[in-house]
């Protein structure tokens, strides 16, 4: 069984958000986002890929399609295949997020 600790893998990088792999199959992997005050994950689409995003600390704001919403701990939310997704930390703390892409088979 792997098992991790997500607060083992939190580390901030100052040019961009840090993404830090944490485990996968072929149809899935579970990363993790870290992002400090003021970086964003650029809009982007996955033709064939859902994602899931799960706040771990700190606030931040995701979009997902034209809706956006604040991102904080315990809040689930998924960016469906072929829906255009982005995320900010546009408060004054760091911002980590568990994040889980699953290939559509």
């Known amino acids: ?15 961009k958000p840090a993404r830090h792999r944490l485990m996968g199959t072929p149809r899935c992997q579970a990363d993790l986002y870290c992002l400090r005050p003021g970086q964003r994950q ?42 255009e997704h982005g995320l900010t930390n546009d408060a004054g703390a760091p911002l980590v997020v568990l994040v889980v892409v699953v290939d559509r088979a």
């Open 1 to 15: 069984m792997e098992m991790i600790r997500l607060r083992e893998r939190v580390a901030f990088q100052d040019e």
């Open 42 to 83: 650029a809009s982007h689409v996955h033709a064939d890929q859902d994602k899931l995003y799960l706040g771990v600390e700190g606030v931040g704001r995701i979009r997902v399609g034209e809706e956006e919403r604040q991102l904080e701990p315990g809040t689930l939310v998924l960016a469906p295949a072929g829906v």
